[in-house]
C-alpha cells in the first residue's frame, strides 16, 4: 500500500514571502499521479496543483509550483509571493495510474497547517 | 456548472440513530467516491463507483455503514447505527471515469460534518 507523509504539522511564512511545503511519498509502482489540496477553514477541498509522474517538467499554476523528486519520491510545494488568502492546510495526495481495486482512491497525508503572518 | 452538492452540511444525532447523507456528483462525472475525515486518521476512503456500481468498499469501517449510488446524479452513504466514534466530516468527492490523464482529478464536495452525541 501506498502512503504519503507530510512532516510538518504546521508552518509558518511572512506575507508576501515564500514558503515550501515537503511531502514524500513510498510507492512500488512507476506511474501514478501526485496532487496538493488545500482546506481553508471551510473545509473544502481545493485542487491546488497536479503532477503526473511520468512528466519530468513540474508543475506550475501562477504562485504555486513543485518540485517533484521521482527518485527520491518526493512532492514539495512551493507557493511564492504568499499572500493571506493562502492560509489552509495543505494536503499532499497520491493516487495510482492504474485502476481497479482501491487504487482509483487517493491517499492523503496528515495535512500542513500553513499560518500566513502579515 | 454547480460543483458537487452534499446535504446536510451539518448533522447533528444521538448515539443509535440512523444518519444518511446525501451528495449529488458534477453532471456527466462516472466516478464518485466517499471519504471520511478525522483528526487521529486524517482523510480516508470509504467506498467508491464506477458508473454506479460500487468498485471497491474495503474502506469502510464496518457493517454500519452503508453506500448506494441508485443512479448517476445520486449518492447516499448511511450508518445505522450511529455511534459517537463515527463523528466526523464525510466528504464526496466526483471525477469524469476511470481514465487516465486530466481527468484524474477529483473534485470534491463541502463535507458535510456530523456530529454524534
Known amino acids: 500500500a501506498q502512503t504519503v507523509t507530510q512532516s510538518q504539522p504546521e508552518m509558518s511564512v511572512q506575507e508576501a514571502e515564500t514558503v515550501t511545503l515537503s511531502c514524500t511519498y513510498d510507492?512500488?509502482?512507476?506511474?501514478?499521479?501526485l496532487f496538493w489540496y488545500k482546506q481553508p477553514p471551510s473545509r473544502q477541498m481545493i485542487l491546488v496543483i497536479r503532477?503526473?509522474?511520468?512528466?519530468?517538467q513540474n508543475a506550475t499554476e501562477n504562485r504555486f509550483s513543485v518540485n517533484f523528486q521521482k527518485a527520491a519520491k518526493s512532492f514539495s510545494l512551493k507557493i511564492s509571493d504568499s499572500q493571506l488568502g493562502d492560509a489552509a492546510m495543505y494536503f499532499c495526495?497520491?493516487?495510482?495510474?492504474?485502476?481497479?481495486?482501491?487504487?482509483?482512491?487517493?491517499?492523503f497525508g496528515k495535512g500542513t497547517h500553513l499560518i500566513i503572518q502579515p | 456548472d454547480a460543483g458537487v452538492i452534499q446535504s446536510p452540511r451539518h448533522e447533528v444525532t444521538e448515539m443509535g440513530q440512523e444518519v444518511t447523507l446525501r451528495c449529488k456528483p458534477i453532471s456527466g462525472h462516472n466516478s464518485l467516491f466517499w471519504y471520511r475525515q478525522t483528526m487521529m486518521r486524517g482523510l480516508e476512503l470509504l467506498i467508491y463507483f464506477n458508473n454506479n456500481v460500487p468498485i471497491d468498499d474495503s474502506g469502510m469501517p464496518e457493517d454500519r455503514f452503508s453506500a448506494k449510488m441508485p443512479n448517476a446524479s445520486f449518492s447516499t452513504l448511511k450508518i445505522q447505527p450511529s455511534e459517537p466514534r463515527d463523528s466526523a466530516v464525510y466528504f464526496c468527492?466526483?471525477?469524469?471515469?476511470?481514465?487516465?490523464?486530466?481527468?484524474?482529478?477529483?473534485?470534491f464536495g463541502p463535507g458535510t460534518r456530523l456530529l454524534v452525541l
Open positions: 468527492a466526483s471525477k469524469v471515469g476511470l481514465t487516465q490523464g486530466i481527468q484524474e482529478t477529483q473534485y
Open positions: 495526495a497520491y493516487r495510482s495510474a492504474y485502476s481497479g481495486g482501491g487504487a482509483d482512491g487517493l491517499t
Open positions: 510507492t512500488s509502482e512507476s506511474d501514478y499521479y
Open positions: 503532477q503526473e509522474a511520468y512528466k519530468q
